[in-house]
């Protein structure tokens, strides 16, 4: 389920469809509780990619179904042979054998714990939400609950968390070994409720960034409305300057502006900050380079190699604060957004 599909996605269809709109004209022949059962086995990202192909088909022809149908039982006769027990069987087997405490040692370290299933849809939950959750359980369950969250998510959460507890979670975390069937009871427990109001988490919104894209788009004098939300708050409009002076905004600029930022930023800021960045962004730069100059640079941005995420962000911050510092005195008329053009 991994490949994407760049739309649009033709509404008649064709037997050439790619691996996503087979998937989703699947689901789609299945009817909507076999397919919901599908849908709860596939992860977060995966989950999206399909729906999304799956909300844009129409209009497909029969030869199309027929073909994405057949695909999937050729495949389903591939796979379908005798690959080893169930783990109903063998927990049947195994207990019989060793006993229910014994066997269930035996089948977590096979298939891990049966938790997981469970907490693998809270992937959907808010980090915040999950920290008030959990917020006031005994720091070892925080732990065990946040070991059994994949990194990225479980970062967050610890995130969202006091800041005065936090080394206290990941000291009791990076102590786990075995978790004795106690906690886990516990941990099913508090997923379970979790799972049971997953539904009442509030929406969210980012409000910083909303009101940078509307101070953005006001016509006359922004500085003076930004001066006077700062003296409500300074901190919130910090964040609303950071959201206003957005890196992906350099492909907007004209050649004339990015030429001048060439100027004051070493190409070796550069390198880093394009790492990763949106072929837009990239190209613009470029285009503003002389052609040897351009040569060169890919030739250093092939040489520089991956790059630590939290370095790329910090020199795309810094390269947008001299940004701010030269159109604040007014050395660069920046656009602020892409404007609509017409022929």
């Known amino acids: 389920m991994a490949t994407r599909i760049d739309p649009p996605i033709a509404a008649q269809g064709d037997a050439t469809s790619g691996p996503l709109e087979q998937a989703?004209?699947?689901?789609?022949?299945?009817?909507?509780?076999?397919?919901?059962?599908v849908l709860r086995c596939l992860?977060?990202?995966?989950?999206?990619?399909?729906?999304?192909?799956?909300?844009?088909?129409?209009?497909?022809?029969?030869e199309t179904v027929r073909s994405s149908m057949q695909r999937f039982f050729d495949d389903y006769r591939e796979q379908s042979g005798v690959h080893g027990a169930s783990r109903s069987y063998l927990k049947?087997?195994?207990?019989?054998?060793?006993?229910?405490?014994?066997?269930?040692?035996?089948?977590?370290?096979?298939?891990?714990d049966a938790i997981r299933p469970k907490m693998a849809r809270l992937q959907w939950a808010s980090p915040k939400w999950l920290a008030e959750r959990i917020g006031q359980e005994h720091v070892r369950m925080q732990a065990v609950f946040l070991a059994f969250l994949p990194p990225p998510q479980a970062s967050a959460v610890i995130e969202a968390l006091p800041e005065a507890s936090r080394d206290?979670?990941?000291l009791n975390m990076a102590r786990l070994q075995e978790i004795e069937s106690e906690w886990l009871i516990e941990l099913e427990?508090?997923?379970?409720?979790?799972?049971?109001?997953?539904g009442t988490q509030s929406a969210t919104v980012e409000g910083s960034r909303q009101v940078a894209e509307i101070i953005n788009r006001l016509s006359g004098d922004k500085r003076s409305m930004i001066e006077l939300l700062r003296a409500h708050d300074p901190e919130v409009v910090s964040a609303i300057e950071v959201r206003m002076y957005d890196f992906f905004m350099l492909s907007n600029q004209t050649e004339a502006v990015l030429i001048r930022l060439l100027d004051d930023i070493p190409l070796e800021q550069w390198a880093i900050a394009l790492?990763?960045?949106?072929?837009?962004?990239?190209?613009?730069?470029?285009?503003?380079?002389?052609?040897?100059?351009?040569?060169?640079?890919?030739?250093?941005?092939?040489?520089?190699?991956?790059?630590?995420?939290?370095?790329?962000?910090?020199?795309?911050?810094?390269?947008?604060?001299?940004?701010?510092?030269?159109?604040?005195?007014?050395?660069?008329?920046?656009?602020?957004?892409?404007?609509?053009?017409?022929?």
């Open 24 to 37: 989703a004209i699947v689901l789609l022949c299945m009817g909507e509780e076999p397919a919901a059962a």
């Open 43 to 62: 992860s977060r990202e995966e989950l999206l990619e399909v729906t999304q192909v799956m909300s844009r088909l129409s209009g497909i022809k029969v």
């Open 92 to 112: 049947r087997s195994l207990d019989l054998a060793l006993g229910a405490d014994i066997a269930g040692n035996v089948l977590n370290s096979i298939y891990g």
């Open 168 to 170: 206290h979670v990941l």
């Open 189 to 198: 427990e508090i997923v379970g409720r979790c799972l049971d109001d997953l």
């Open 275 to 343: 790492k990763g960045a949106e072929p837009s962004v990239r190209d613009a730069i470029l285009r503003a380079m002389p052609r040897r100059q351009a040569q060169s640079f890919e030739d250093l941005l092939r040489r520089a190699g991956p790059m630590p995420l939290s370095r790329v962000e910090q020199t795309r911050r810094e390269i947008m604060a001299q940004v701010k510092a030269l159109a604040d005195a007014g050395e660069i008329q920046i656009q602020l957004f892409a404007e609509a053009t017409v022929e």
